[in-house]
Structures are given as structure tokens and as C-alpha cells.
């Protein structure tokens, strides 16, 4: 069985999400989000997300208005692995020397890259983590998986059926 390997790059918690925990209605639903590269979040209005699709890897936002609360990054090849997690840690490491001396040096370490197949990395960004309510978070990390699976899905590298 495959796992997504899905890590907060925030709090360093990673957790194993198989494709079981998505259902085959989400991924019909978020399929078009997929293909337009951009547009709502179903049911969560006025939430918008914009996704970039590369070769094995991809990488979306979570937005409300101009307020970006969480940027992530899907690789299930290693070739899309190597793309994309240094475009993670790059926006990690900015928002480290941003917070240079208000947070502790402790909480601005980066985690290592999964290293497993695939993974779904997330950084929750601070102006969209001022903007966003308590409730709004509690299902942002739904959304990702959900997001992450209907990519990989979209593929066809990882038969998600």
C-alpha cells in the first residue's frame, strides 16, 4: 500500500496518509481545481488555491483573498523531488532570516526531506497564519492530502484507484 508522507515543515510532524483516507468522491471533485490549475476550494469559498504542476512534483497554495496561508510542495518521483524541495526550503530559509531573532533558533530548523515516495510537504506562512481562524486550519490539512492525492492522481505515475 502506498503512503503519502505528509510533513509540516513548521512543527516537523510527519504522518503517513494512505490513499484510503481520500475518497473517490474528493478526488472527482477536486479533479477540475487540478486541470484548471487554479480556481476555488469546493465548499470552502472564498478560499482559492493555485496549483503548478511540474514533472513528478507539483506545488499549490492555500489563499484567502491575498493572504496565503500554506504553500506545499507533492513530489512522487525523485526527479520531481529534487525540483521541488529546494523551492520549499528556499521560502523556509527566508522566512527563518525574517523571524531572525523573534523566534527561537529552534523552531526555524528545516526538517529533512522524506524519504520516501511520495511526500507532501507544507509550510504554514505567517501572514496567512495571522489571517486564518482557528476552524479554517482545522481543515486545511484535509485539503492538502485530499489536494496532494488528486495531483498524484492526474499523474498517472502512482495508480491511485
Known amino acids: 500500500m502506498v503512503a503519502l508522507q505528509h510533513l509540516t515543515l513548521n512543527t516537523s510532524h510527519c504522518r503517513a ?3 484510503s483516507e481520500v475518497s473517490d468522491d474528493a478526488i472527482a471533485a477536486l479533479r477540475p481545481l487540478v486541470v484548471a490549475g487554479r480556481g476555488r476550494v469546493p465548499g470552502f469559498a472564498p478560499w482559492r488555491c493555485v496549483i503548478a504542476r511540474g514533472d513528478g512534483a507539483a ?3 492555500v489563499r484567502r483573498g491575498q493572504d496565503v496561508a500554506v504553500l506545499c510542495g507533492v513530489a512522487w518521483t525523485p526527479t520531481g523531488a529534487g525540483g521541488v524541495w ?3 526550503e528556499k521560502v523556509w530559509l527566508d522566512i527563518g532570516d525574517a523571524m531572525a531573532g523573534i523566534a527561537p533558533e529552534s523552531v526555524l530548523q528545516m526538517p529533512p526531506c522524506p524519504e520516501s515516495l511520495p511526500w507532501l510537504a507544507v509550510i504554514i506562512l505567517p501572514a496567512g497564519l495571522m489571517a486564518t481562524s482557528r476552524r479554517d486550519l482545522g481543515w486545511l490539512g484535509d485539503f492538502e492530502r485530499c489536494l496532494a492525492w488528486t495531483i498524484i492522481a ?3 505515475m ?3 484507484g
Open 154 to 156: 492526474a499523474s498517472g
Open 86 to 88: 529546494p523551492v520549499l
Open 17 to 19: 496518509s494512505p490513499r
Open 59 to 61: 506545488t499549490f497554495d
Open 158 to 160: 502512482i495508480s491511485c
